[in-house]
């Protein structure tokens, strides 16, 4: 069990990155989609704001179905809409289109965090939850 453990907290570790670090690998990209776009600088920010709300609303909307269906096909859904909206990003040829994918991007990834943090609540309970949420921080 001490090695389910741990392939759960490396699991949710990596799940757990994929939302925060596509949300911050674009920052830097911002001033080139807004040239490649022929778009104005604070029009391709919506890329990042309406990520933020996206991963906000993932979390919020989708735990609750996770309880329901249960973590695994909750948590494969999700990284599902994620590997969409980043296969979508990558065709976009408009601002419009590329804010749709990263919509559905952020979301997926905001949903497979909030079924994962669920699933090490479930896996430790209340007392050791929050050292192994800590450990799935850490390694990030």
Do not use: E
């Not at 991963?55 to 096909?73: F, K, W």
């Not at 909750?74 to 065709?91: E, H, P, Q, R």
Request: hydrophobic letters at 55%; charged letters at 10%.
């Amino acid at each position: 069990t001490r090695d389910a453990s741990r392939r759960l907290i490396a699991g949710s570790a990596i799940i757990g990155s994929i939302g925060t670090f596509s949300l911050h690998v674009l920052l830097p990209a911002l001033p080139a989609i807004a040239v490649a776009l022929d778009v104005a600088p604070h029009s391709a920010q919506l890329l990042i704001s309406l990520s933020i709300l996206s991963i906000a609303l993932g979390n919020l909307m989708v735990a609750p179905l996770s309880d329901r269906y249960g973590r695994r096909p909750i948590v494969l859904l999700s990284l599902g809409l994620f590997v969409l909206g980043s296969a979508a990003g990558i065709f976009a040829k408009s601002l419009g289109w590329l804010v749709a994918a990263r919509i559905v991007q952020a979301f997926g990834g905001g949903a497979a965090m909030s079924v994962m943090r669920a699933t090490i609540l479930d896996h430790f309970g209340p007392a050791r939850a929050a050292s192994a949420l800590a450990a799935c921080r850490a390694s990030r």
